[in-house]
């Protein structure tokens, strides 16, 4: 880590001395050290941290479900249903026509369990 102006950094020790200098005057102590880190933060902040991160690092994250998960004969019976009026989207296409025959199948109450 690098400071753009390292000088600035002898301020933090500022908020420090004032905390030393009020420790046995003040009964709200939590106050002060509060005080005394916000002031030291904004002090630090003045000094312009830098770090510097190395520019080829890769991060790779899989996710595997090795689960035996099959479905229940109702969503099952459910799709079966579904396909029978929405083919499989082998392509990319609009979804606004599948949308309005699925909700046609339940306000007509074809896709009940019931139904299945």
Same mark, same amino acid.
């Given at each position: 880590?690098?400071?753009?102006?390292?000088? !600035? @950094?002898? #301020?933090?020790? &500022?908020?420090? /001395?004032?905390?030393?200098?009020?420790?046995?005057?003040?009964?709200? =102590?939590? !106050? @002060?050290? #509060?005080?005394? &880190?916000?002031? /030291?933060?904004?002090?630090?902040?003045?000094?312009?941290?830098?770090? =510097?991160?190395?520019?080829?690092?890769?991060?790779?994250?899989?996710?595997?479900?090795?689960?035996?998960?099959?479905?229940?004969?109702?969503?099952?019976?459910?799709?079966?249903?579904?396909?029978?009026?929405?083919?499989?989207?082998?392509?990319?296409?609009?979804?606004?026509?599948?949308?309005?025959?699925?909700?046609?199948?339940?306000?007509?109450?074809?896709?009940?369990?019931?139904?299945?």
């Amino acid at each position: 880590m690098t400071f753009v102006h390292p000088f !600035a @950094l002898l #301020l933090v020790a &500022l908020p420090l /001395a004032y905390v030393v200098y009020e420790w046995p005057r003040t009964t709200r =102590r939590t !106050a @002060l050290c #509060l005080k005394m &880190l916000s002031f /030291a933060a904004i002090f630090l902040a003045f000094s312009e941290p830098a770090a =510097r991160m190395p520019e080829t690092k890769t991060g790779v994250v899989a996710l595997v479900d090795t689960s035996d998960f099959h479905a229940g004969e109702a969503v099952r019976a459910a799709h079966a249903k579904i396909r029978e009026h929405i083919p499989f989207m082998a392509r990319d296409r609009a979804m606004d026509g599948d949308v309005k025959r699925i909700c046609e199948l339940l306000a007509s109450g074809r896709l009940a369990p019931s139904a299945a």
